[in-house]
């Protein structure tokens, strides 16, 4: 069976796996993808990592206020107008 790793250390296991020549100064250290990204590709992979991460918080962004074009009007109308104005609709 394989070895039993713990949150804490997976990401560096991930380090050891894919860069086995990474310094061992550097093994503890690596604590977040932008690390990761460091020691396995230099600076290119902290660059991809951080443009991949604003890409996606740009993507969910775009999606939130497209669900709330969609939605908001309705919403609006179902609770401030009166009954009466919205089945004649």
Sequence with gaps: ???QFNSNSSLDYAVL????????????KISN???LGFAAFG?????AVIVSKL???WGCL??????LKNN??????????DDESSSSR
């Design 17 to 28: 796996e894919t860069v086995p020549d990474t310094p061992s100064a550097q093994r503890g």
């Design 62 to 67: 775009v999606a939130y206020t497209v669900v």
């Design 43 to 47: 600076q290119a992979g902290k660059l």
């Design 1 to 3: 069976m394989g070895a």
């Design 72 to 81: 908001m009007p309705s919403a609006l109308t179902d609770q401030f107008c």
């Design 55 to 57: 890409t996606y918080a």
């Design 33 to 35: 993808y932008e690390s």
